[in-house]
């Protein structure tokens, strides 16, 4: 008997589709509720202010909410040979929730990978400066999918000042440093005070809640100035330097003790 | 018109010759929960074939697989028919097959909980030697 080879030509063409795009840019955490989707659409919106070409892809297929912080309502990718994102506020803005409207989307593993796929393959985005992707929490089917599938993804971990935000990123760092994958610099969201060793702090603003579906009013807060400022560093480093990096692991080191894999020389 | 994107990443794969041995037919199957529109389908690889003059004779044949669902919740196995789908929901579910985990659910107990076991999207079978194929 012949074999028979069952193949997924999607992923064949997904590094081409991105092949225009300049940077990468995973803004991930591995908490839920730390404010990674609200960096994610400001930093995306600060990019753009400061005239690079943005695109914003809502990795977040079961809990997507860059739609609602954006306030997408009315847009919706054109049919040209695959799939054409809207510009939603000057940004190139991808998400499941065009298609799934207003109804939960109840996702498995397998499912989240093959739709990731799907819009990957199908999605058209042209040429960009920066593309952020907002992850969902932690190291799971989403950020595995993008580790194996875009090779020039850079990682830009979130955290909050919280003992367990602290603590469940210094050991998923670890993983995305065995990996190989490039990781920008750690981001401090709702901080209370200055810090050394943040690549930057982001302080917390009270007022934002209020400004979320409105991206003029986000555009005002003390937030979105942090968010510029984070924006320029992302502008001008491709990733985080070696200095960067020694005093992002002496941070660690100090916060958290010894960092997990790391042999005492 | 996303089509053309699925069909480039036929083409891709093709000339990439990884699993496939020059020459060996190609079969391309549809899900039948996607539903692709096998027109624009063959009119784009029709044209991006002819791009490719090193697969001019590769001999692509096109299957449609229909679509089976398995309830993770209670167990039923279901087809699309049980299934009822605005023109709307069908349109979404065309661009991402996954949504229908928003829209369909198990007929016999409603949940969303279901595994699409056969007939999703897009797919390539490739078998060894040299069977037969009618160019599509």
Excluded at chain 1, 71 to 100: C, Q, W
Excluded at chain 1, 242 to 248: C, L, W, Y
Excluded at chain 2, 80 to 93: C, F, G, Q, R
Aim: charged share 30%; net charge positive; glycine share 8%.
């Amino acid at each position: 008997m012949p074999k028979t080879l069952n193949i997924d030509p999607r992923v064949s063409i997904i590094e081409d589709r991105l092949e225009s795009v300049k940077r990468i840019i995973a803004v991930t955490g591995f908490k839920g509720g730390i404010g990674k989707s609200v960096i994610s659409v400001s930093l995306a919106l600060a990019l753009n202010e400061k005239g690079f070409k943005t695109g914003l892809f809502d990795m977040d297929f079961s809990g997507a909410s860059g739609h609602i912080i954006l306030n997408s309502a009315g847009s919706f990718p054109r049919e040209d040979k695959g799939l054409i994102p809207p510009y939603v506020h000057g940004i190139k803005f991808m998400t499941a929730a065009y298609f799934s409207g207003d109804r939960a989307l109840p996702l498995r593993g397998s499912s989240v990978s093959n739709a990731i796929k799907e819009l990957l393959t199908v999605t058209i985005w042209d040429e960009l400066d920066f593309l952020i992707m907002d992850m969902p929490p932690g190291i799971n089917d989403t950020a595995l999918d993008v580790i194996k599938l875009v090779k020039k993804a850079e990682i830009l971990p979130v955290q909050i000042p919280s003992k367990i935000s602290e603590d469940v990123l210094k050991r998923s760092i670890e993983i995305y440093r065995e990996l190989g994958i490039k990781i920008t610099g750690t981001v401090e969201n709702m901080s209370a005070s200055s810090k050394p060793g943040f690549y930057s702090q982001i302080f917390y603003d009270k007022a934002l809640e209020k400004t979320l579906g409105c991206p003029e009013k986000i555009m005002k807060t003390c937030f979105y100035g942090d968010v510029l400022k984070l924006a320029l560093k992302v502008s001008r480093t491709s990733k985080m330097s070696k200095r960067e990096g020694e005093r992002e692991k002496t941070r660690l080191v100090k916060q958290n003790g010894d960092i997990p894999g790391e042999v005492k020389k | 018109m996303h089509e053309w994107a699925l069909a480039e990443s036929v083409i891709k794969t093709i000339k990439s010759g990884k699993n496939i041995k020059k020459g060996s037919p190609v079969e391309v199957l549809f899900g039948e929960l996607q539903d692709i529109d096998r027109e624009i389908f063959s009119f784009a690889l029709d044209e991006l074939l002819k791009q490719e003059p090193e697969l001019k004779k590769t001999r692509i044949k096109i299957e449609t697989e229909k679509a089976e669902f398995e309830c993770v919740s209670c167990g039923a196995k279901f087809d699309l028919k049980a299934a009822v789908n605005t023109p709307e929901e069908k349109e979404n579910i065309h661009f991402i097959p996954e949504m229908a985990k928003a829209f369909i659910k198990c007929p016999k107990c409603r949940s969303h909980d279901f595994e699409i076991t056969k007939g999703r999207g897009l797919s390539l079978r490739v078998t060894g030697n040299g069977e037969k194929c009618r160019k599509h």
